[in-house]
């Protein structure tokens, strides 16, 4: 199974990729990602920082420009349902994590599909963010 220590935030040598997503509330994303996919939070607060397995997920509020990005603003998505970035999730057992993290109350938008290559479904997080869920299929089963 996975090790949650071998991975460190910040990293002791090299560099770790993180996702950062601008929410409307912190706590409720936090929480939803905490229970959905048993993320730890290893910092509190804007920002809150999450450990979802081998990985590092970042959420915290929007707001205008600061010093080091002059001309950016950072907000929620305005409309779900037109995106540019998403985050993929790729899993052993497609069926099992759909069943076990809609039972912890995450929202789907179909069961999962197989569309040969790969299994796959989408849900959407408590901003709207959609997240792919995929098993890939290996040819032969090897």
């Not at 603003?73 to 998403?86: A, D, G, K, V, W």
């Not at 796959?120 to 890939?136: A, H």
Request: hydrophobic fraction near 35%; proline fraction near 8%; charge should be negative.
């Amino acid at each position: 199974m996975f090790n949650r220590e071998a991975y460190h935030l910040p990293p002791r040598e090299g560099i770790v990729l993180t996702h950062f997503l601008t929410v409307a509330d912190v706590k409720r994303s936090a929480e939803f990602y905490q229970r959905v996919f048993d993320g730890t939070i290893v910092r509190e607060g804007e920002p809150t920082i999450i450990q979802i397995a081998n990985s590092w997920l970042i959420v915290n509020v929007g707001g205008g420009p600061t010093d080091d990005k002059p001309e950016v603003t950072l907000h929620p998505p305005r409309n779900p349902n037109e995106i540019s970035s998403f985050l993929n999730i790729r899993v052993a057992d497609i069926w099992a994590c759909y069943e076990q993290w809609r039972s912890k109350g995450a929202t789907f938008l179909t069961e999962p599909k197989d569309h040969g290559r790969e299994i796959r479904c989408y849900m959407r997080d408590p901003d709207g963010y959609l997240i792919e869920v995929g098993q890939t299929v290996t040819p032969g089963g090897d």
